[in-house]
């Protein structure tokens, strides 16, 4: 007689599988968050499939990633593109938040989907009201800057990508070694017990479980993605006056969640 796989069984099948898309994979981790009526597993599942935008849950570290910030635009005669952005290049109010360090803020299936693409290519990510911190940038200067974005390889990505499978792992690894040989499905205090050992490190370094994936606010931004030249706003190009009211108010918009190209 054929005993029946469990839904851990298939958890643990398809996440060893490296060719397994994250996306459906997560979903299991709901199902299974469910039959075991564990809410902050079906929360941090949920989370890393449709992303950290435009929420009050911090960015984990291991979405932390290295991309050189970039710039194109046209100086007289003569354009330039992919010029690499300085520090000094910015606005002071600008510059805690765009750097060479990039939160990704996207669900797993966007990322996986922008690595997808184009592969070996860069993708470029810009932050929240790039277009205005161009045209600052452009003012009472001979440089025009028409475009701001991070420039990020596929491989950082993937990178996170990896990360979020490693804790899926070590999650079907901490419920074995909760569950005694033969129990089919983990219970609610088991996943709790798993959980306790899934640790993620927010944005200023304290220390945060998926149990308590609300205890730290994150105040930088993440980015909306471009490739290839195209893209979708879905915010509208605000008007940039340089004053101080305006200035003060793009250091908070800055600091805020981005949107997608």
């Known amino acids: 007689m054929r005993l029946r796989r469990s839904r851990l069984d298939r958890l643990e099948d398809d996440v060893l599988n490296e060719s397994r898309s994250l996306a459906p994979i997560l979903r299991q981790v709901i199902a299974l968050g469910g039959h075991a009526h564990s809410e902050p597993l079906r929360t941090w599942a949920l989370r890393e499939l449709q992303g950290y935008e435009g929420t009050d849950v911090p960015i984990p570290d291991y979405r932390r990633i290295s991309a050189p910030l970039g710039m194109d ?5 003569f354009k330039f593109r992919e010029q690499p952005v300085s520090m000094f290049d910015l606005p002071d109010f600008a510059r805690e938040s765009l750097g060479d360090v990039l939160r990704l803020g996207q669900g ?16 470029q990510l810009a932050p929240a009201m790039a277009a205005e911190v161009a045209v600052f940038m452009s003012q009472d200067s001979p440089r025009q800057v028409l475009r701001l974005y991070w420039a990020v390889h596929p491989s950082a990505m993937e990178g996170v990508l990896d990360q979020v499978r490693t804790r899926l792992v070590q999650l079907v690894g901490e419920l074995r070694d909760a569950m005694p040989h033969g129990q089919q499905d983990p219970t609610e205090d088991q996943v709790a017990q798993a959980l306790q050992n899934i640790n993620i490190v927010a944005g200023d370094n304290s220390s945060v479980t998926v149990t308590a994936p609300l205890a730290v606010a994150h105040r930088r931004g993440s980015a909306r993605a471009e490739i ?8 509208p190009c605000m008007l940039f006056v340089g004053t101080a009211l305006t200035a003060f108010a793009m250091a908070a918009a800055v600091s805020a969640w981005a949107t997608w190209f």
């Open 108 to 123: 797993v299936g966007q990322i996986e989907s922008l690595t997808a693409r184009k592969p070996g290519q860069t993708v």
């Open 73 to 77: 635009g046209f100086t007289g005669m």
């Open 228 to 235: 290839g030249g195209t893209a979708q706003r879905t915010f």
